[in-house]
């Protein structure tokens, strides 16, 4: 079961490569399992990043590879 983040919450998104970024949820389905980040500027860039979840808070990334979430608190 994923870990349920909802619509407006504040993350962070590791990719594994470097800076862990933070972002806000913009979109989340009912299960928790799609998601959509709005990325703040980082090392990935500034933009939308649709996610779809793998295990635990991990989630594939719909272009490849994966990143984990984490609240940010």
Do not use: C
């Amino acid at each position: 079961m994923p870990t349920l983040f909802w619509e407006g919450e504040r993350v962070i998104v590791d990719f594994g490569i470097g800076d862990p970024q933070s972002g806000e949820i913009i979109a989340a389905s009912d299960d928790g399992k799609s998601l959509t980040v709005r990325l703040d500027t980082g090392i990935m860039g500034h933009g939308d990043l649709p996610l779809m979840w793998k295990n635990g808070a991990e989630y594939n990334l719909l272009a490849g590879g994966s990143a984990f979430l984490q609240k940010l608190t």
